[in-house]
């Protein structure tokens, strides 16, 4: 058999290993006469298929591998956390990792997920870190990782107010250091709503959005029920039980403990967010209104077999992101949600793909 035949029969057998796998090149969409596309030409990694862990092929083994094991396995010790009173006398947080490196170091900046906490996003941390060898500062809403909470206030999404404080803290900190931002699921929200408000008025020179849910008033529709279910007993015992002292003076409250899906709690608690009524929470929390006046340029990754952040709430959004200059959607066959392993080693595809981007800004 000659060494031609052999190549054929590798190729053949790797072809339909790829096909059991789902592994493919990402799909891109974008302005084609954007100034993103430079930017793209240069990321490799776009051009090549992404190949999940074989044994991490099913979208729920994925992401159950990330949220119980991976979580729970990566070992990853914090410099410091800064804890901030916020002008209304609410509590945040700032997580750093590499905070000692030198004062001209760029800074990643990460808005974290529904429940997010600095224990629960270390690998995220960890791989930016190890990539860019940047320094990371972890944002922490109200609520979270256990804060105190001496005004009664949570939100699903994050408040742009408190983001521009936080950031405020770190520019102080660290004023001749560039900033760069990731959002993480939920924090794709904070971060793309605040984007969105700032238009060319932010300290960012680039920004990632992973696994975003788009429009926040129909994304937890499309949430699949059983993660929905889970995810709504997690705010409970994160927001809601640790402060019930403080949620009894809420009316609403009896209304939120008798929610059981995401879709449901969100438009129960707006009272818990500071807002009147559902509309007036929503038009100030949804990113999806104030989307087409990013600047900056913005990266955005979803799986096709996302769970969570279902690839259906992109749908309504593709045309318009294709005729914006400084923006673009990567979508891959596989990866379920924040996960994207990769090869034997299971290391996170996206990371990687985050600090190439970046890199190039």
């Known amino acids: 058999m000659g060494i031609f035949t052999?190549?054929?029969?590798?190729?053949?057998?790797?072809?339909?290993?790829d096909l059991a796998l789902g592994a493919e090149p990402p799909k891109m969409y974008y302005h084609p006469k954007g100034k993103i596309k430079d930017v793209l030409e240069k990321l490799p990694q776009l051009k090549q298929k992404y190949r999940p862990t074989p044994w991490l092929s099913n979208t729920h083994v994925h992401l159950l591998y990330f949220d119980i094991i991976r979580k729970k396995t990566i070992k990853l010790e914090y410099d410091r956390i800064d804890q901030l009173t916020?002008?209304?006398?609410?509590?945040?947080?700032?997580?750093w990792y590499g905070y000692h490196l030198p004062v001209t170091t760029p800074t990643v900046v990460i808005m974290h997920t529904i429940t997010g906490t600095p224990e629960s996003m270390r690998e995220l941390v960890k791989d930016l870190h190890q990539y860019t060898g940047w320094r990371?500062?972890?944002?922490?809403?109200?609520?979270?990782?256990?804060?105190?909470?001496?005004?009664?206030?949570?939100?699903?999404?994050?408040?742009?107010?408190?983001l521009k404080e936080q950031l405020d803290h770190i520019q102080k900190l660290f004023p001749s250091s560039d900033l760069y931002a990731v959002g993480s699921s939920a924090g794709t929200g904070l971060l793309v709503r605040y984007l969105g408000e700032q238009g060319e008025d932010t300290p960012f020179k680039a920004a990632f959005a992973m696994c975003p849910g788009y429009d926040t008033e129909i994304g937890f529709k499309n949430v699949h029920p059983f993660y929905s279910k889970l995810m709504t007993k997690k705010l409970f015992k994160h927001f809601i039980y640790p402060y019930?002292?403080?949620?009894?003076?809420v009316a609403s409250l009896e209304k939120v403990l008798a929610t059981t899906s995401l879709e449901e709690f969100e438009k129960a608690y707006f009272e818990m967010a500071g807002y009147q009524d559902y509309q007036t929470y929503c038009k100030a929390i949804n990113p999806i209104y104030v989307f087409e006046n990013i600047k900056i340029p913005l990266m955005i990754l979803?799986?096709?077999?996302?769970?969570?952040?279902s690839i259906k709430n992109l749908e309504p959004y593709k045309d318009k992101i294709q005729q914006m200059d400084n923006m673009v959607v990567i979508t891959t066959k596989k990866g379920s949600h924040c996960g994207f392993y990769e090869s034997l080693t299971v290391k996170s595809w996206a990371s990687r793909l985050m600090a190439d981007f970046f890199k190039n800004y």
């Open 244 to 249: 019930q002292n403080i949620w009894s003076r």
């Open 86 to 95: 916020m002008q209304d006398g609410g509590v945040t947080a700032i997580a």
């Open 6 to 17: 052999l190549n054929k029969l590798k190729n053949l057998g790797l072809n339909l290993f």
């Open 136 to 162: 990371i500062a972890l944002c922490l809403r109200r609520g979270h990782a256990g804060l105190p909470m001496p005004v009664p206030q949570i939100s699903l999404f994050g408040s742009t107010r408190d």
């Open 302 to 309: 979803n799986a096709e077999d996302d769970p969570v952040c």
